[in-house]
Each structure stands twice: as structure tokens, then as C-alpha cells.
T-cell receptor
């Protein structure tokens, strides 16, 4: 079973920041938080991952709370092409990815 | 850019047929994976492989087998296709990462329909 809880769906206005929350209250000390997204009719795409520090790359920022029980993926300036299902996944260094149902993000003009 | 390719985007087969789904990656990745994706159930891991000729069962291996004769190629085999194997099949690959730093790269998927 997935170890994360995400809202089923969210809307965001084009050009605004999209903040996608994820709860992972049972995360253990050596488990990472990964984010993937899946645009309709394509395979999932890696976005970002982190352990305990906040992370940023060219696609997004990942904010992990100090107790590591939740995190937020931030798309700073959402575009229509960011409409997708976003998956938050917790796994250890040797474990496999377990995809839950994700959050369906709709970016609207 | 890492490329993971799958032999077909769409495939239609009949019940009882033997089906081969092929996946090829061009980045010398050690790890390769096969998932299936169904509405309401998300992605589920069928089989994975950490090296040539090695294979490990995932969460739902029943009715499937795999073959990894070369590092770049990972095949999923349905020995006798059944209608409940109608699904989207996704292949992925990754390096053996240190400290969890091993993002998976996915192919475009094969939508298999078994009649």
C-alpha cells in the first residue's frame, strides 16, 4: 500500500504557484520523498526527491516539514502543460516505488 | 536524454495468445521495471530486474513472466493472455543509485487489449 495521502484533485490558475500537499506520517528516517507526475497518455515523469532538506530544481521545489510527516511540491508558475496527475511516493534506498492515486492538478486559463 | 522505448503503443490480442511486450533503454541502466496501470488502482509493479538474467517478482506477478538477456532489454511475457490482463503496461529503468538517488525513467506505455 502507498504510504502517502494526497488530495484527489486541485485546481490552479495559470501563472500562479501550485502547491500540492502530501502527508506521510509513518515515514521512517531513511526513507525519501519522491514526486512524479503523469500527463495524460504518457508514462510518469520524475520531478524531484528529498530526504529532509528542502530541494529545488528547474521544475519544482520540495518543502519537507521538520518532523518529515508531510511535504509540499511547489510549481512556482503553473502553465497549462502542468495539468497532470502528481504522485507523492515514500521509499527507502532499496525499496521500489509504490504509486498511490495521486492528485489530479488542473491548471486553468 | 534518457530514452526508454516500448515496442508498441497499442496492441490487440485474443484470449489464450502468447504476448511479448518489449522494452529497450539506451542509458546503460542496471534496473528495469514493468508496471501495469488500471483506472482506480494506480500503477502496480509486476516484475523488476537488477541485472542481466536476474528477475524479482513485484506485487502482481501472477500470469506474467519476464526475460532479461541483455542489459538494455527487458521483456514482459503473457504466456496465455486473458481479458483481465487488458491494461496499460509501463516499462521503466534506473541506475542503481546510492542513498535513494535513482529516479526511474518511464517509457510511453503500451495499451494492451485482450479480446
Amino acid at each position: 500500500d502507498a504510504k502517502t495521502t494526497q488530495p484527489t484533485s486541485m485546481d490552479c490558475a495559470e501563472g500562479r504557484a501550485a502547491n500540492l500537499p502530501c502527508n506521510h506520517s509513518t515515514i521512517s528516517g531513511n526513507e525519501y520523498v519522491y514526486w512524479y507526475r503523469q500527463i495524460h497518455s504518457q508514462g510518469p515523469q520524475y520531478i524531484i526527491h528529498g530526504l529532509k532538506n528542502n530541494e529545488t530544481n528547474e521544475m519544482a521545489s520540495l518543502i519537507i516539514t521538520e518532523d518529515r510527516k508531510s511535504s509540499t511540491l511547489i510549481l512556482p508558475h503553473a502553465t497549462l502543460r502542468d495539468t497532470a496527475v502528481y504522485y507523492c511516493i515514500v521509499r527507502g534506498s532499496q525499496g521500489n516505488l509504490i504509486f498511490g492515486k495521486g492528485t489530479k492538478l488542473s491548471v486553468k486559463p | 536524454d534518457v530514452k526508454v522505448t516500448q515496442s508498441s503503443r497499442y496492441l490487440v490480442k485474443r484470449t489464450g495468445e502468447k504476448v511479448f511486450l518489449e522494452c529497450v533503454q539506451d542509458m546503460d541502466h542496471e534496473n528495469m521495471f514493468w508496471y501495469r496501470q488500471d483506472p482506480g488502482l494506480g500503477l502496480r509493479l509486476i516484475y523488476f530486474s537488477y541485472d542481466v538474467k536476474m528477475k524479482e517478482k513485484g506485487d502482481i506477478p501472477e500470469g506474467y513472466s519476464v526475460s532479461r538477456e541483455k542489459k538494455e532489454r527487458f521483456s514482459l511475457i503473457l504466456e496465455s493472455a486473458s481479458t483481465n490482463q487488458t491494461s496499460m503496461y509501463l516499462c521503466a529503468s534506473s541506475f542503481i543509485g546510492l542513498q535513494g538517488n535513482d529516479e526511474q525513467f518511464f517509457g510511453p506505455g503500451t495499451r494492451l487489449t485482450v479480446l
